[in-house]
Structures are given as structure tokens and as C-alpha cells.
């Protein structure tokens, strides 16, 4: 599916130049991936959202180290969801690259959630599918139990990675990390929730994130990473003028 190029707003987007090679198990698209190890995920402003409170559907870029944009990621939603579910609304994101083209799709069923103490207890647990090239390629599970803990599984189901993060996810005018780490718990790297300062912080809920992991991962890992980071945005930062969680 094509989507059209993200519009260009006032400050010029420079993208990453696509690999000159595929290799021939990687998906199409996620070649952008192979020789990165860090990515950065920054959620837009939208200005309805921000002097209105109507909840609009997320668009994020996703950058590289040097700032080049590798994805546009744009969620696909109900409006009636949006208003009515807010954070805890079923969603696609869509990933697309500087042509339009679709690489990658996330999607997220609605399961409810409630919240206490800044801690998530779970009616049903979080869970977010992944797709590349047509084809499933994994999925985003979150464990039961009150501290922020998530499986990144294969196709068959196989649990590969945790990402774990705090017990109670708040932000005191600083970042908070959720570690990377593999089934014998070392650490091979982070999602981070970065501070965005307090007036954004307070008044938006425009969100950055950055991702590290080793270059060597597999891209479709890679890419698992990054719809972490959208499970997390949503279930834990994805609040401010709602009151639906």
C-alpha cells in the first residue's frame, strides 16, 4: 500500500539514503535498519490537539543518529475511539519510507486497562502485532504483574527479548529508561522516554523517545524495538487533557 510522502513543513526534512543492497532475508524496506543502532522517535505537535483538546491520530519521525529521517510512522484510528477510549484505543501504524511506501504495520486490539498509582493493572494485557512484507513477524506482549515488563516474540510465539522499566512510570523533569534485555536479563539496550522540558510536557503530549540496541540485531528485532516504543507511549504518556485512563 502507498501512502502519500509526509508534507513538508517549515523545517526541511533530510532522509536517510536507502542501502544500495538487500539482503535476501530482510524485508523490503527494513534494509534502512542494518547498520543502525540507535534511533529516535519523535511524536508531532498537532495544533488542534494542543488548543482544542480534540484528540487527533499520532504521526511520528523516526530519525537517525545524524538527525536523517529514516520512517514517517501515522496511526490509523477511529475518531469516535480517539474521544471516547483515548489512550487505551485500538490502533495500525502504519511505517512508511520517503516514497510513501508502506515497510512495516503495527496493530494494536483494544484491551482495557485501568490505572493506580501510575501503575497499569491490566483487565487484559497489552498486546501489539507486527507486520513487514505482508507477513507477521512477531508481536509485543506485556507480562502480568504491576512493574512495566513487555516480551518481544518471534512469529511462532517465542519469547526473544524483555523490556522492563519502572514500577511507577512518571517523569520528575528527567528521562525514564526501559531496559533491553535478553532471556538471562543482560542489558543490550534501552528505550528511553525523554524529557521534553516543561512546557511541552505539560501542555502537550507530543512525546521523544530514543531506542539503542547492538548494530548486529536483527532488523526484524529492530523493528519490534521501535513498535515498543509506541505500546509504551501510548499505555503510559499518551494522557494529558484525557481523563480515560
Known amino acids: 500500500m502507498n501512502y502519500p510522502p509526509p508534507a513538508p513543513n517549515q523545517q526541511q526534512i ?59 510512522a501515522a496511526e490509523n484510528s477511529d475518531p469516535c475511539m480517539r474521544q471516547c477510549c483515548g489512550s487505551i484505543r485500538n490502533f495500525e501504524m502504519a511505517i512508511v519510507d520517503n516514497i510513501g511506501q508502506e ?39 506485556q507480562r502480568a504483574g504491576c512493574v512495566s515488563e513487555f516480551w518481544v516474540c518471534d512469529a511462532s510465539g517465542q519469547e526473544i527479548l524483555k523490556v522492563e522499566g519502572p514500577v511507577c512510570v512518571v517523569s520528575c523533569c528527567s528521562d525514564i529508561d526501559f ?27 507530543a512525546d521523544n523517545f530514543g531506542v539503542t540496541f547492538p548494530v548486529d540485531l536483527d532488523v526484524r528485532v529492530k523493528l519490534m524495538l521501535i513498535a515498543v516504543v509506541f505500546l509504551i507511549d501510548f499505555m503510559y504518556f499518551e494522557t494529558n487533557n484525557q481523563n480515560n485512563d
Open 14 to 72: 533530510i532522509w536517510a539514503a536507502r542501502p544500495q543492497e538487500r539482503p535476501e532475508n530482510c524485508p523490503p524496506g527494513l534494509e534502512y535498519l542494518l547498520h543502525v543502532d540507535q534511533l529516535l522517535v519523535k511524536q508531532q505537535i498537532e495544533m488542534l490537539e494542543l488548543f482544542t483538546g480534540f484528540e487527533t491520530s499520532n504521526k511520528y519521525k523516526i530519525l537517525n543518529s545524524m538527525g536523517q529521517q529514516v520512517f514517517f
Open 103 to 141: 515497510v512495516a504495520r503495527f496493530e494494536r486490539p483494544f484491551n482495557c486497562t485501568c490505572r493506580c498509582c501510575l501503575c497499569y493493572l491490566p483487565c487484559q494485557l497489552q498486546e501489539m502485532d507486527i507486520s513487514a512484507g505482508g507477513q507477521i513477524i512477531g508481536k509485543i506482549k
Open 179 to 205: 531496559e533491553v534485555l535478553t532471556k538471562d536479563d543482560q542489558c543490550i539496550g534501552k528505550v528511553t522516554k525523554q524529557w521534553s522540558g516543561l512546557a511541552r510536557e505539560a501542555y502537550t503530549d
